[in-house]
């Protein structure tokens, strides 16, 4: 049986990798021209670890990431209010956090997959069901017959917009600026990821070699992101933050760095409907602040191909599948979410109660939170 996946993004490299594993045949309609690589750093959390472990990934990633054994929230005078540290996580899972440069990743993704099965240049603009299965029609007027279809096209897919038109995009009002310095590292920061708290904005920090800092950082913004931040002059991201901040600002080539809205999705009734399924950011698009909207999207990928291969019928597949993953995902797109409105106040009376209460809360709140997000769901 072919398998037709919409969209080359982390969510749908992974799932043809895990699909092919299984057996299936696959074709990824991609629509960018060409992919290269893209995009600045991210964190892949032990859960997605767990999932390239099983995948025979494991091993690439690690020789080409930093592994992170510290989540570290701070002040903006990047004083420590809370240290979680994983190596517990790690022992039990054999595996660990890691930053990765994303081009990186995506090329190793690539590898895996026949290059013929990859179709780029091919933007979906529409599909019909028909008795035969979906029909697909492309913006450059080609059209293809598909028996099932993966939509792994990102937040602003257009299967789900077409099958679930009433879904919402919902905007934190938050700027992001990702970015990637070439500096000496000091040593604590090697192996951490490190977020700092102002008012109303917050800095992070991840090493993603021993020579490279990814960074991101955002600011609340009240209406329209583009013109409020117009000729925003990057160097200013760090005034309010400790010096070092504006050190890796300055070691940061502009040509290096993203702006984007940090958005999530309302919650959709269903992530699959007759012969199609949605996966990653298309079904359960969240804001980014526990570091889990790829991680999600990994876990769908190898939880659907189990499921596809054990199950029956593809409708069956599809329902265990979301029945398999559905709390968990509600789950941390809703705490994702609390996490970027508490970091984000912008009061000095409120932002001093909140900094208190981080330090004060015990690492095992942390720990518990870390617990629930790391453990993939059992198939049996
Ligand atoms: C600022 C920021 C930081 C983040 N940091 C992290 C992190 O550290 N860790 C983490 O786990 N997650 C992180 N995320 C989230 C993560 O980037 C996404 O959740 C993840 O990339 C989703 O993967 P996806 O494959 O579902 O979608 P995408 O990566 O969006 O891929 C969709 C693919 O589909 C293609 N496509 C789109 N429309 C069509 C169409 N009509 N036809 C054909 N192809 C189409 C696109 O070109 C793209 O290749 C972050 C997100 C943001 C915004």
């Given at each position: 049986m072919k398998i037709t996946i919409i969209g080359a993004g982390i969510g749908g490299l992974t799932t043809a990798i895990a699909l092919l594993k299984k057996g299936f045949d696959v074709e990824i309609f991609e629509a960018v021209s060409e992919i290269k690589p893209i995009g600045a750093g991210i964190i892949l959390a032990n859960n997605a670890m767990q999932v390239y472990q099983?995948?025979?990934?494991?091993?690439?990633?690690?020789?080409?990431?930093?592994?992170?054994?510290?989540?570290?929230?701070?002040?903006?005078?990047?004083?420590?209010?809370?240290?979680?540290?994983?190596?517990?996580?790690?022992?039990?899972?054999?595996?660990?956090?890691?930053?990765?440069?994303?081009?990186?990743?995506?090329?190793?993704?690539?590898q895996q997959i026949p290059k013929e099965a990859i179709f780029t240049g091919k933007k979906l603009a529409d599909f019909q069901k028909t008795d035969q299965g979906v029909s697909l029609h492309f913006t450059d007027g080609s059209s293809h017959l598909s028996?099932?279809?993966?939509?792994?096209?990102?937040?602003?897919?257009?299967?789900?917009?077409?099958?679930?038109?009433?879904?919402?995009?919902?905007?934190?009002?938050?700027?992001?600026?990702?970015?990637?310095?070439?500096?000496?590292?000091?040593?604590?920061?090697?192996?951490?990821?490190?977020?700092?708290?102002?008012?109303?904005?917050?800095?992070?920090?991840?090493?993603?070699?021993?020579?490279?800092?990814y960074w991101f950082a955002l600011r609340n913004y009240k209406k329209d992101l583009r013109k409020e931040f117009a000729d925003f002059d990057i160097t200013q991201l760090g005034e309010n933050f400790?010096?070092?901040?504006?050190?890796?600002?300055?070691?940061?080539?502009?040509?290096?760095?993203?702006?984007?809205?940090?958005?999530?999705?309302?919650?959709?009734?269903?992530?699959?409907?007759?012969?199609?399924?949605?996966?990653?950011?298309?079904a359960h698009a969240m804001t980014p602040n526990m570091g889990q909207g790829a991680g999600q999207a990994i876990e769908d990928a190898w939880v659907l191909s189990e499921m596809m291969a054990k199950e029956k019928t593809h409708l069956l597949a599809f329902e265990k599948f979301e029945a398999l993953r559905r709390k968990k995902v509600d789950k941390i797109v809703k705490m994702s979410w609390l996490v970027g409105k508490l970091a984000h106040w912008e009061n000095s009376v409120a932002v001093s109660i909140r900094n208190a209460m981080v330090k004060m809360t015990p690492d095992s709140v942390g720990a518990k939170q870390s617990e629930a997000v790391f453990e993939l769901a059992k198939l049996e």
């Amino acid at each position: 049986m072919k398998i037709t996946i919409i969209g080359a993004g982390i969510g749908g490299l992974t799932t043809a990798i895990a699909l092919l594993k299984k057996g299936f045949d696959v074709e990824i309609f991609e629509a960018v021209s060409e992919i290269k690589p893209i995009g600045a750093g991210i964190i892949l959390a032990n859960n997605a670890m767990q999932v390239y472990q099983k995948l025979g990934l494991e091993k690439a990633i690690q020789m080409q990431a930093q592994q992170i054994s510290k989540l570290t929230v701070a002040d903006a005078n990047i004083k420590a209010l809370s240290t979680l540290h994983l190596q517990d996580f790690e022992k039990r899972y054999q595996t660990a956090n890691f930053g990765i440069h994303r081009g990186k990743l995506q090329n190793i993704l690539l590898q895996q997959i026949p290059k013929e099965a990859i179709f780029t240049g091919k933007k979906l603009a529409d599909f019909q069901k028909t008795d035969q299965g979906v029909s697909l029609h492309f913006t450059d007027g080609s059209s293809h017959l598909s028996e099932i279809v993966i939509a792994a096209d990102g937040i602003h897919s257009v299967v789900r917009k077409k099958l679930f038109p009433q879904s919402k995009i919902r905007s934190a009002r938050q700027a992001c600026w990702r970015g990637i310095a070439s500096m000496t590292i000091p040593e604590r920061y090697q192996h951490e990821v490190f977020e700092c708290w102002g008012k109303g904005e917050r800095f992070g920090i991840v090493s993603i070699d021993a020579n490279t800092i990814y960074w991101f950082a955002l600011r609340n913004y009240k209406k329209d992101l583009r013109k409020e931040f117009a000729d925003f002059d990057i160097t200013q991201l760090g005034e309010n933050f400790h010096p070092f901040i504006q050190e890796i600002l300055a070691a940061t080539p502009k040509e290096k760095i993203f702006l984007d809205d940090i958005t999530d999705l309302s919650r959709l009734p269903s992530w699959h409907h007759q012969n199609i399924c949605l996966i990653g950011d298309a079904a359960h698009a969240m804001t980014p602040n526990m570091g889990q909207g790829a991680g999600q999207a990994i876990e769908d990928a190898w939880v659907l191909s189990e499921m596809m291969a054990k199950e029956k019928t593809h409708l069956l597949a599809f329902e265990k599948f979301e029945a398999l993953r559905r709390k968990k995902v509600d789950k941390i797109v809703k705490m994702s979410w609390l996490v970027g409105k508490l970091a984000h106040w912008e009061n000095s009376v409120a932002v001093s109660i909140r900094n208190a209460m981080v330090k004060m809360t015990p690492d095992s709140v942390g720990a518990k939170q870390s617990e629930a997000v790391f453990e993939l769901a059992k198939l049996e």
